[in-house]
């Protein structure tokens, strides 16, 4: 496509750039193209079979989050804007970002390339980005808000410390189990019960626990892990300090120890109203079935959030669902589902987003 020889690599994602050979804004276009741990279940004749190895383990590998569709679109405005590159000023940098959905213990995607200097030489001015969903969104409906588009994630470790014994003799040790299944039901009130809904939601959910091997014995520990989702930067500090409290004292009030850690997540995925207010009419004109500029916030969490932190972002979704995109009683088969079947027929809109918020963004900047 004749790209520029400042393209290349950084934080193992690719980059791009579009110049069009007269001065002007630069502007960011970011895909992700990681695929997930899920096995295939759509039948489809094109369904991935693809397996990895991960920690020595075999696994398949299926694009449940649609970051193909992402791929797919970008590659798409990249072919236009490289062919025509007489209908705009400045540049447009292609950011193919690996890992958005993140592996343990290591930075995420975004994370790498923003500190590979990918928003800089050239310095990036807005960057705009999008994600296909399974929602009540009509196949081709484009949706955004202002401020907090997505949720910040955060995820916590509980380590409840019991005492070893026969299943027969409870009282001879400290059964954790049952300080575990307490401390779930506890954590459900936080949200229920200490959070003030009006002013933003939350989400605190378990989603794996750790415990046993036998029925007759009651183990020494346990470990829950869970994931906690908030839009405010206060209601986030309120929920942590509530977790680790919530563990810790019913673990003490049965006698017992429980470890609460932190790892955090990413943050708020952040719309610029400016930017929001600016290019909503580009948005509006090649949305072919429909809008909502005030869509709810969704409490997934993106890294697209550490590009918002750096530059004026706008970050918006694609509904893509079809016929096969649910089952025979309506429901969807949503993002990260083994029957995710996303709408094709959508990816013509989200090429010409992409393309436009990038041309009207070029050339209507004053610099
Ligand atoms: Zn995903
Ligand atoms: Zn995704």
Redesign the pocket.
């Known amino acids: 496509m004749g790209l520029s020889p400042k393209s290349g690599i950084a934080g193992t994602g690719v980059v791009a750039i579009i110049d069009s050979g007269r001065p002007g804004p630069v502007v960011a276009l970011r895909a992700?193209m990681d695929a997930l741990p899920i096995e295939e279940q759509t039948g489809l004749p094109f369904a991935a079979k693809a397996q990895t190895t991960v920690d020595g383990k075999k696994i398949s590998a299926m694009h449940a989050?649609?970051?193909d569709m992402h791929m797919a679109m970008l590659l798409g405005a990249a072919q236009w804007l490289s062919t025509h590159r007489q209908h705009f000023r400045g540049q447009v940098k292609l950011l193919f970002q690996p890992a958005?959905?993140g592996l343990p213990n290591t930075s995420s995607g975004a994370e790498r390339m923003v500190a590979d200097g990918v928003l800089d030489h050239p310095k990036v001015d807005a960057m705009f980005g999008l994600?296909v969903g399974i929602t009540p969104a009509r196949s081709g409906q484009l949706s955004w808000r202002s401020n907090g588009i997505m949720a910040a994630g955060d995820s916590f470790n509980i380590e409840i410390k019991g005492r070893q014994t026969h299943g027969a003799l409870p009282w001879q040790g400290n059964d954790p189990i049952v300080i575990a299944a307490q401390t779930v039901l506890a954590l459900q009130t936080i949200v229920s019960r200490n959070i003030d809904l009006t002013r933003a939601p939350a989400v605190i959910s378990v989603g794996a626990i750790h415990a046993g091997q036998r029925g007759n014995v009651i183990p020494e520990s346990v470990q829950m892990n869970g994931t906690i989702r908030t839009f405010d930067p206060a209601m986030r500090q309120q929920i942590l300090q509530r977790v680790r409290d919530t563990a810790k004292y019913i673990a003490q009030a049965s006698n017992a120890e429980a470890v609460v850690t932190f790892d955090p997540g990413y943050p708020i995925n952040w719309n610029d109203p400016a930017l929001v207010q600016q290019m909503a009419g580009t948005l509006k004109r090649v949305a072919r079935n429909g809008f909502d500029e005030n869509v709810s916030a969704s409490p997934t969490s993106?890294d697209f959030a550490y590009y918002t932190q750096r530059v004026p972002s706008l970050f918006f979704f694609l509904g893509v669902n079809g016929k096969a995109s649910s089952d025979a009683q309506g429901a969807w088969f949503a993002?990260h589902s083994p029957r995710f079947n996303p709408d094709e027929e959508a990816l013509t809109t989200g090429v010409e987003a992409l393309t436009q918020l990038a041309v009207d963004y070029l050339n209507a900047k004053k610099n």
């Open positions: 992700d989050c649609g970051h958005e959905e994600h993106e993002n």
